[in-house]
């Protein structure tokens, strides 16, 4: 008994470690800083920004403009280049704008399945003269059950409403109909055992 109780522990111990592991999939948080580092290294190298700069920097309106704000702040820093606030009166020697930055769901053709696809398109003006930033994307197909393991409720780029999974006529009619008629068949059975 001992043993049987054991491997039954043992069993479930196991697929519930499977269950939670998701895989080598990178969090949504994760895949938008390193855009952000990317597009923020693009911006450094065509604005032709020098180590020991000290740059005034601006990010457009956007929810997300403050967390944008400190990722391009820190890549300019790691960089050797320091920013400063933008003040009423001067103009910013750096502005960016956020396109895009946001986190989407399509279905996928396996019913348990999503395609993931994260979006971070940026566009920058470096001492009044536009740059054009190629937009970042990243694509993968991943678990329906593991979604909020690999999204955050703490930026609006990071999470998004999954789509309803496809149903069949097995999900709608036939599953249903075939629990109905063992709960019938088995009251039937009851009843008539009863009354003999």
């Not at 450094?44 to 956007?62: E, K, N, T, Y």
């Not at 020697?93 to 053709?109: C, D, F, G, M, W």
Request: hydrophobic share 45%; aromatic share 4%.
């Amino acid at each position: 008994m001992k043993t049987l109780l054991t491997v039954i522990l043992c069993g479930v111990w196991t697929f519930t470690a499977a269950g939670q592991t998701a895989g080598d999939l990178p969090h949504t948080i994760d895949v938008i800083e390193a855009s952000v580092r990317d597009l923020a290294d693009t911006m450094i190298s065509r604005c032709d920004l020098a180590p020991g700069a000290v740059v005034p920097l601006a990010v457009r309106q956007h929810p997300d403009a403050d967390w944008i704000r400190s990722l391009v702040q820190r890549r300019l820093e790691e960089r050797g280049i320091r920013t400063m606030p933008v003040a009423d009166t001067t103009a910013p020697a750096v502005s960016v704008v956020i396109e895009n930055a946001s986190t989407r769901y399509a279905p996928s053709s396996a019913s348990d399945s999503v395609e993931r696809s994260i979006i971070v398109q940026l566009s920058a003006e470096c001492k009044g003269r536009p740059l054009a930033l190629a937009p970042v994307t990243h694509r993968a197909t991943m678990a329906r059950m593991n979604v909020d393991a690999y999204q955050s409720r703490q930026h609006m780029a990071t999470h998004a409403a999954l789509p309803h999974p496809e149903s069949s006529v097995w999900d709608d009619i036939l599953e249903p109909l075939i629990y109905v008629a063992a709960a019938a068949v088995t009251v039937v059975l009851f009843f008539t055992v009863r009354t003999q």
